[in-house]
């Protein structure tokens, strides 16, 4: 079986500090993991995905994360926050593989809210 | 840029009544996904077809829930009769292949669904 933990539901910063959001991974296998951004009234949107390469995985818009198997996390983070990274942080896990039928699981989210 | 497509973006509905969502996947994509999201919480994944085949519909409420896509295109997602605790948005995203290792999901805008 496999969960995916996101440790806080509301993080706050300050426009131009660092973002740090907390996401823990259970998984039965080599997982999958990923990191998705839903904007108000839109779709959401793929930041970054780990598969097994680097565990080190830079996305769009600046976010990186790190895979962390011994410590079973996969955190996202940026250097510095622009008010436009205001919005609501999924992460993802899949049980992996080529196969069509890997099991996806959805965090419950993270609200970023950007302080002027 | 290819979008994912749904209608409608909004429905109101009374508890007993019947609905239906559309979707319209990227061209060329054969995996399909419907998903419902209960405000505040992630994702959860109903059904996933592969072409007009269903993968997983594993937590599909099959008592009054249906989904088809009948020439591996379109598909429709139907709720008889709604229940007050349908309310939410219904998402739907397709990908290439269905695998998560190799492939992207888009996400449509979705439907928010509500139930009086």
């Known amino acids: 079986a496999q969960s995916v933990t996101q440790l806080d539901s509301h993080v706050s910063v300050s426009e131009g500090t660092p973002v740090l959001l907390r996401c823990n991974y259970s998984?039965?296998?080599?997982?999958?993991l990923f990191w998705y951004v839903q904007h108000p009234n839109k779709g959401l949107q793929l930041l970054l995905k780990y598969t097994s390469a680097a565990t080190l995985v830079k996305g769009i818009n600046g976010f990186e994360a790190e895979f962390k198997k011994s410590e079973t996390s996969f955190h996202l983070t940026k250097p510095s926050a622009h008010m436009s990274d205001a919005a609501e942080y999924f992460c993802v896990v899949s049980d992996g593989g080529y196969s069509s039928a890997s099991k996806i699981i959805f965090g419950s989210g993270t609200r970023l809210s950007i302080r002027p | 840029e290819a979008e994912v497509a749904q209608s409608p973006r909004y429905k109101i509905t009374e508890k007993s009544q019947a609905v239906a969502f559309w979707c319209d996947p990227i061209?060329?994509?054969?995996?399909l996904y419907w998903y419902r999201q209960i405000l505040g919480q992630g994702p959860e994944l109903l059904v996933q077809f592969q072409d007009e085949s269903v993968v997983d519909d594993s937590q599909l409420p099959k008592d009054r829930f249906s989904a088809e896509r009948l020439k591996g295109v379109d598909s429709t997602l139907k709720i008889q009769p709604a229940e007050l605790g349908d309310s939410a948005m219904y998402l739907c995203?397709?990908?290439?292949?269905?695998?998560?290792?190799?492939?992207?999901?888009?996400f449509g805008p979705g439907t928010r669904l509500t139930v009086l």
């Open positions: 061209s060329g994509h054969a995996t």
């Open positions: 998984s039965s296998y080599s997982p999958s």
């Open positions: 995203a397709s990908s290439f292949s269905g695998s998560l290792f190799t492939d992207t999901q888009y």
